[in-house]
């Protein structure tokens, strides 16, 4: 059983100011009370929130989209994934999202779990999706978005692991969707 006290934890918040504020995040800086009195600084991303879709034609097979990251300075594949809009479902985005970006549609959906990505400096939650009985479309990226589509096996996913071409939410997202990656260990 997890305890639930935690007001020995519990960190005053005294003052809370904007540092930036842009299309996407928006970032504040708390000064904050800890319980043994010290005063401290957090900084805060605010995030309205993501979906992660693990789309799967098959057993063996996940849907992959490559785009540029910019903070990284290259392309890296991932799970279909995207922002929600303000007040919308997770549900709702997530199948916006897989149409957007690979123009598959779902006759199957499952909520595999909810999370926060960091913590410790941002509010995002992302919601994980199972997808299955695709049906192909056409994609209709954002304007600021382009991306390539590609059906992948459990070998070449593990491969991709390994070299680090994938980010965490993936990594996450086939872990949540027991998407087996073969029984041998990941050679990093």
Known sequence: MIPTDTEHLREVPLNHRSVYDGRL???????????????????????????????????????????????????????????????????LCAERELAEETGFQAAEWTLLCQCHVAPGYSTEEIFFFAASGLTAGTSHPDTDETLDVRVFDSREIRDMIAAGTVDMKTIAGLALARFTLLAEPLNV
């Open 25 to 91: 995040l928006h970032v504040w800086e708390d000064e904050i009370r800890l319980p043994s009195g010290r005063q401290a600084r957090r900084e805060v991303v605010e995030h309205p929130g993501a979906v992660c879709i693990v789309a799967r034609p098959d057993a063996d097979h996940v849907v992959l989209v490559r785009q540029w990251r910019h903070p990284l300075g290259r392309a890296i594949w991932e799970l279909p994934a995207g922002t929600r809009e303000p007040g919308e479902a997770p549900e």
